[in-house]
């Protein structure tokens, strides 16, 4: 089992940057796949990005495609979703995820969840 918490949400003006951060806490945080997810007010919960385990695949919605990174340190027990070129669009409560089924955009691939981080983009 694996608990996450998110960090480094905010309110961020167009074109601005952001840095999401995921920790977990547990022994086994290399074996997951890990994965963002955000969810806006009165919309269903959307894939951002994914990672493999060991950080050699990624997989980005094409919404974010170009305009984010995912990366992991297994030794830190972290995955971070870097954001730039932010639109008012990205407006949403992030979440990370993580599973053992592979890279996936599904969010039912993934069995264990944070709490979220908001982020907010003005115009």
């Known amino acids: 089992q694996v608990q996450l918490v998110e960090s480094g949400g905010g309110l961020v003006q167009a074109g601005g940057s952001l840095r999401l951060s995921c920790e977990a806490d547990?022994?086994?945080?290399?074996?997951?796949?890990m994965g963002w997810f955000r969810q806006a007010p009165g919309k269903e919960r959307e894939f951002v990005a994914a990672?493999?385990?060991?950080?050699?695949?990624?997989y980005y919605a094409d919404s974010v495609k170009g305009r984010s990174t995912i990366s992991r340190d297994n030794a830190k027990n972290t995955v971070w979703l870097q954001m730039d070129s932010l639109r008012p669009e990205d407006t949403a409560d992030y979440y990370c995820?993580?599973?053992?089924?592979?890279?996936?955009?599904?969010?039912?691939?993934?069995?264990?969840w944070g709490q979220g981080t908001q982020v907010t983009v003005s115009s």
């Open positions: 990672i493999s385990n060991s950080g050699g695949t990624t």
């Open positions: 995820a993580a599973g053992r089924l592979g890279v996936t955009s599904s969010r039912y691939a993934y069995n264990y």
């Open positions: 547990g022994r086994s945080f290399s074996i997951y796949v």
